[in-house]
């Protein structure tokens, strides 16, 4: 699994071969800049994912639920999803939910946070609307006010058993996966074990069944020092693209400046030379000297 958040990330991720693809809620950090995801609107990640599906055909497409959207009772998640009138402000804030992220972000499932008993209830709610859900446990983001920020979970015996009791509560819930997120690789591996779903890591280990990574990470794309802050320790950088696109656009910058771009190689729309001289003499019986001068001088430049 791999995080893409637009039609040109999507199709990258399309030609090579990745299984999943998910439209993260951490296109609130990599792509509008914030510090966590919490920020980022339901109708921003339908933009998101409306962008996703046009580009990938082959994998199986996952819209996260942003924060703020999934928070509500379980009456109140079915009852929105199947409600054929106009949504009672009531539940607006509740849950603005996982059915708009399939039909209006034509998106295959989707993917919530947590355990809390009101997470494991929507879960299971969304899964009776026949919608197919991931769990996420471990590190949740989303819940980062409440876990003192990004921490890694599972690092004592009553952490780690509560990440596999999550885990087994998402289970039963009805999820067919569920993410593992900063969890040590053994904690991991238990949970893998325990579980008869498959398991996506992020940080980790190797034990889990898959795994997912942010493109932007894995690529090596955002070099700038405030992203650096929240880089992740875990992600290996298979390209450092961020270089490669820094270079192409100091290159661009320093040729325009000097006026070597665009040259004749790049200026490959023409006017005849009859048209030319014509253009030329209407020009200057209009009294636009100047322009004509400059008519000439281009011409002979892209000859």
Do not use: W
């Amino acid at each position: 699994m791999v995080t893409a958040y637009d039609y040109p990330s999507a199709v990258h991720l399309d030609m090579a071969g990745i299984d999943i693809c998910l439209v993260g809620d951490s296109a609130s950090m990599v792509v509008h800049g914030h510090d966590t995801t919490l920020p980022i609107t339901l109708d921003e990640m339908l933009v998101h994912c409306r962008a996703v599906a046009r580009g990938a055909k082959r994998p199986l497409l996952v819209g996260d639920l942003p924060f703020g959207t999934y928070e509500s009772s379980s009456d109140q998640v079915i009852k929105f999803a199947f409600s054929t009138t106009d949504v009672n402000s009531d539940y607006n804030q509740a849950v603005d939910t996982a059915v708009r992220i399939l039909k209006e972000g034509r998106m295959d499932a989707i993917k919530l946070e947590g355990g809390a008993p009101s997470r494991i209830s929507a879960a299971k709610a969304i899964v009776e609307a026949g919608i197919a859900v991931i769990g996420h446990v471990g590190l949740t983001p989303q819940a980062i006010s409440v876990l003192g920020g990004f921490r890694p979970q599972g690092k004592n015996v009553a952490s780690a058993i509560k990440v596999v009791e999550t885990a087994l509560a998402l289970q039963e819930a009805g999820c067919f996966s569920v993410v593992l997120e900063c969890v040590p690789a053994p904690v991991a591996a238990a949970a893998t074990a325990a579980l008869q779903i498959p398991t996506i890591g992020i940080g980790a280990g190797p034990f889990c069944s898959g795994q997912v990574l942010v493109y932007h990470d894995l690529l090596g794309m955002l070099q700038h020092p405030h992203h650096a802050k929240v880089t992740p320790k875990f992600c290996k950088q298979y390209a450092r693209v961020g270089d490669v696109i820094n270079k192409a656009l100091v290159e661009y910058k320093e040729e325009v400046t000097n006026g070597s771009f665009p040259s004749a190689l790049h200026s490959p729309y023409k006017i005849n030379e009859e048209d030319a001289y014509t253009f030329l003499n209407e020009l200057k019986r209009l009294g636009f000297d100047k322009a004509a001068s400059a008519v000439t001088e281009a011409v002979q430049k892209v000859e």
